[in-house]
């Protein structure tokens, strides 16, 4: 089963542009969202999370935004650079119980220059 | 600390030959991650350590694949016998606790084709 849904796939943006990535979970249990970068030839990476108290959380180009309600949050990049070619993976996990973090499928996201 | 370190970091073999991917965690992590990411279905936990013990198998897709983890500097990833479907970059991840809001720390990968 399937608990974090990932969309979507592939991306491509032209630089300059708004890149977004939406992702979905099942499990409101759920209370911290994080979001993996990954390079080609690199393992994944943190870039940024959130927790279900707030519905954005910013740094610098990177804006996470959350809605509890829809059970769904996504991944902004703002002026997206070539260098933000990746792969990005949503994932979600239980901040106080010990058990394993879920992620998303991922996108790979191209950013034409 | 030179981060989490993964051997080799390319592997081509022939069907039916034993393949063993190799890890070294973070000095002090006490938990040890083994994902295999393809893009059909993307990054699949296989199975975790906590302090050496294996804690959760159940993504080790079948009997063809066994984990160890000797001590808490080296763990092993074994395919025997290797098939082509096998083919993926598989990931060590480690990470100090488990709860929700630690960072999992990311090896290299090793690239594996089975041929």
């Known amino acids: 089963q399937q608990q974090v849904k990932q969309s979507p796939q592939s991306l491509i943006v032209q630089k300059g542009g708004i890149s977004i990535i939406n992702c979905a979970y099942e499990?409101?249990?759920?209370?911290?969202f994080p979001w993996y970068q990954q390079f080609p030839g690199k393992g994944p990476a943190l870039l940024i999370a959130i927790r279900p108290d707030v519905s954005e959380k910013k740094e610098g180009r990177f804006t996470i935004s959350f809605n509890k309600s829809a059970k769904q949050f996504s991944l902004h990049i703002m002026d997206s650079q070539p260098g933000d070619s990746a792969t990005y993976f949503c994932?979600?996990?239980?901040?106080?119980?010990?058990?394993?973090?879920?992620f998303g499928k991922g996108t790979r996201l191209h950013i034409l220059p | 600390d030179a981060g989490v370190i993964q051997s080799p970091r390319h592997e081509v073999t022939e069907m039916g030959q034993e393949v063993t991917l190799r890890c070294k965690p973070i000095?002090?992590?006490?938990?040890l991650f083994w994902y295999r990411q393809t893009m059909m279905r993307g990054l699949e936990l296989l199975i975790y350590?906590?302090?050496?013990?294996?804690?959760?198998d159940s993504g080790m897709p079948e009997d063809r694949f066994s984990a160890k983890m000797p001590n808490a500097s080296f763990s092993t990833l074994k395919i025997q016998p290797s098939e082509p479907r096998d083919s993926a970059v598989y990931f060590c991840a480690s990470s100090p606790s488990i709860a929700g809001n630690t960072e999992a720390f990311f090896g290299q990968g090793t690239r594996l084709t089975v041929v």
């Open positions: 499990n409101t249990a759920f209370d911290y």
């Open positions: 000095s002090g992590h006490d938990y």
């Open positions: 994932a979600a996990s239980l901040l106080n119980r010990d058990d394993k973090i879920i």
């Open positions: 350590f906590n302090n050496n013990v294996p804690i959760d």
